[in-house]
């Protein structure tokens, strides 16, 4: 019996040592993990060329190392692409949570006045500006019900997540002394696994919602006056510069 029973303890040891070693080397899993994908997707500089214009292979499927028209879709305003809106994209991604590749979204330059979310269950998606495209709203939690959350201009919540070279703005005016519920989010990142490459966020009041997940800032921009960097992500902000209107209060 008490030779079973040490077998037994021994397997169960195994088994959890098993578990936390692979929370470390998957996308998914802890910090370890999440450092090895952000040097393995976000750092490699590979490049291949899509309808005359040359983007990152990093920002494309990188297991397949394939473009095609089922993981690479065109945003252009002026209709030089598969859809006008950064919306009408999102919308055509099939819901999917377990999808084994990645879906880029290339946005062309231009001035996108819609609010973007990506739920849950569309994750894997890269947001890849080309020429700088501005993505604006104006919602505050004064119009979304005392909800800074949703007033968001962009919400992303799929995991995997990834943007380059793209601004997210919120254009509502900043808020005057003593004024209450005028929080208005440019960025919400909900997603766990999520980075951002050379990109702006801008503001007033909540600017940036790094809600919660893992987070990687790259060379990135971040305006705002009140709160502007606020949440409970576990984040990583490299080389990002940060600055206020007026008085600095993060």
């Known amino acids: 019996m008490d030779f079973w029973i040490v077998f037994l303890a021994l397997i169960l040891v195994v088994v959890s040592l098993v578990v936390v070693e692979g929370t470390h080397e998957g996308e998914g899993g802890g910090g370890d993990g999440f450092m090895k994908w952000v040097g393995r997707v976000g750092e490699r500089h590979e490049l291949k060329r899509k309808g005359g214009v040359v983007a990152d292979m990093t920002w494309l499927d990188w297991k397949s190392k394939q473009v095609t028209s089922k993981s690479y879709i065109v945003v ?61 709203w104006n919602d505050t939690a004064f119009v979304t019900q005392n909800s800074t959350l949703d007033s968001a201009t962009v919400g992303i919540s799929g995991n995997n997540f ?10 509502a005016p900043g808020p005057p002394v003593g004024a209450v519920r005028r929080q208005a989010v440019a960025l919400r990142v909900t997603s766990d696994i999520a980075a951002f490459y050379e990109c702006a966020f801008l503001g007033y009041q909540d600017t940036l919602y790094d809600h919660r997940g893992r987070h990687y800032f790259k060379n990135c921009f971040i305006q705002g006056n009140i709160d502007f960097i606020f949440g409970d992500g576990l984040s990583i902000y490299k080389v990002s510069t940060k600055t206020c209107h007026t008085d600095l209060h993060i």
């Open 162 to 171: 990834m943007a380059r070279n793209i601004t997210f703005q919120n254009s």
């Open 76 to 136: 252009d305003q002026n209709g030089g692409g598969d859809f006008r809106t950064i919306t009408e994209a999102v919308d055509s991604i099939q819901r999917d949570m377990f999808r084994p590749y990645r879906i880029t979204v290339q946005i062309n330059s231009g001035f996108y006045r819609e609010k973007v979310i990506i739920p849950k269950n569309k994750p894997m998606i890269t947001l890849l500006g080309v020429g700088g495209p501005i993505v604006d």
